[in-house]
């Protein structure tokens, strides 16, 4: 029931997996029928052309990615280098550096489209393990379905039925050791499950909210695995210790929805939050808990996400403003960037969730606000209907060298990091409605996206031969 293995399809027949493709087909022939020519994903709206200002070549995460650790990644004569690093390999057993070796894969880019999987109703989040070998993805049906995609598999592990579920999973995180999932949703609760999917072993793990009316909508786990870190609807930030099993923190943190969370570095004593206020802030649990250490401020609308780089410094925010923002939170913002965004968010009438986005707000979105301390602005890609995720690409293959974003527009859009530049727009004939998350595995050049069609969409670098394609299932119906 994921991934379509041609030889498969020959000698069994999924009468279920058949259903779900034929009301997917359905789905997308309507589309067809009712949407407008120029807004079809095969033939999607050009995305607007900005003139971006490039990272500075004085800031040292230039240096980083442009150069690498060992300067090699430079050298316009790749060609050359690949040769003696292959010499080096045969003759001296020598192992390519880390620079070496993404200066050749940062060049693979996932673009070929296939469907990895079929699902009853919208999935809103969708995420690889750190080592690559299970994915994960939680469903508007109230289920999260575990995927081993080790060795180049997409194949369905356990279904696991959740609980005190309203409206929908919002948000779902692997632990580091991943033994163990979390899921958030409407409830005063985040709910702890078992990767094995064993269903004795699902725990409620109750953040004591002072409202009834309360969503986590963002958590995760801290690197030791010994806290859970959450941001809900109240504008708070709440801290969960798994050993002393009970809330142990909780932070007022932004002035309306505090939208997403995470630890800004492995020692899980810098936490990084957005929320609707437009603000990102950072915060030190070694320092007083009710003051952040200061904010990010240039962004004209509220916070979607967060994703940190990983080194302790730079990390990315998505925005209702319809920008992605770099940062280095060793420049934190003065007091007249936090009054700058606070006015402008004030400013703000629009409902993202249900009005398209207006004119005046894709036009501000590369102006940049009195005391934005923002390293580069990132867009061209749509924010709207739900919380949008971005994403550094892997280190591994990529060197962090890009940012890819979800898109409302159905598509995934991967900007350069260094020049702030669109490199690829990825679509499918599949993807019509909201692209929500979107995972990039961390050793592969493969994408996979969690859609509002129902589907989990790949894009891989390399056409398979072994699997049935987009193009497989509307070339021959």
Known sequence: SCLVHKQTMAEEVDYQYLQRLFLQMARSLRTRIHTPRDNFVDQPREVEVTNPTPLSPQCELYSQIKYGRT????????????????????????????????????????????????????????????????????????????YDTSGGRFRRLHTVRTRDVGWSILDTALSPDENWFIYTTWSPFVHLCNVDGDSSKHYSLDLRPDSDNFCAFSA?????????????????????????????????????????????????????????????????????????????????????????????????????????????????SPQEGV???????????????????????????????????????????????????????????TGQRYIYAACAEGRVIIYDLLTGSIVKTLTSPCCRDCIRDVSWHPTEPVLTASTWDCTLQMWTFREREDYISIGDIYDHP
Not at 344 to 358: C, G, H, S
Request: aromatic residues 8%.
């Open 220 to 332: 995760t786990f801290s690197g030791d695995n010994k806290e859970i870190l959450a941001s809900a609807n109240d504008g708070c930030l709440y801290v969960y210790d798994r050993e002393k099993d009970m809330r142990i923190l909780k932070i007022d943190a932004h002035e309306d929805d505090a939208n997403t969370v995470v630890y800004g570095d492995e020692s899980g004593h810098v936490i990084l939050s957005g929320g609707d206020d437009g603000m990102v802030k950072v915060w030190d649990k070694r320092c007083d808990s009710c003051s952040p250490v200061g904010c990010l401020a240039g962004h004209k609308d509220g916070i979607t996400f967060i994703n940190p780089r990983g080194d302790g410094y730079h990390l990315i925010s998505n925005s209702k403003d319809q920008s992605i923002k770099l940062w280095d939170i060793r420049h934190l």
């Open 339 to 397: 009054a700058a965004t606070r006015a402008k968010v004030a400013l703000q009438k629009w409902d993202y969730r249900m009005e398209a986005v207006p004119r005046r707000v894709r036009k501000d979105a590369t102006k940049k606000l009195p005391g934005d301390s923002s390293l580069m602005t990132y867009t061209g890609h749509v924010v709207q209907q739900t919380l949008l995720r971005c994403r550094f690409s892997p280190a591994f293959t």
């Open 71 to 146: 300067g090699w990644a430079d050298k316009h004569n790749t060609a050359g280098g690949l040769c003696q690093m292959l010499a080096k390999r045969q003759l001296l057993n020598e192992a390519p550096t880390a620079g070496q070796r993404t200066a050749i894969t940062d060049r693979m880019l996932p673009e070929h489209p296939c469907l990895a999987d079929i699902l009853p109703s919208r999935v809103f989040c969708g995420t690889y393990a750190c080592n690559g070998n299970i994915f994960i993805a939680a469903c508007q049906d109230r289920n999260i379905y575990l």
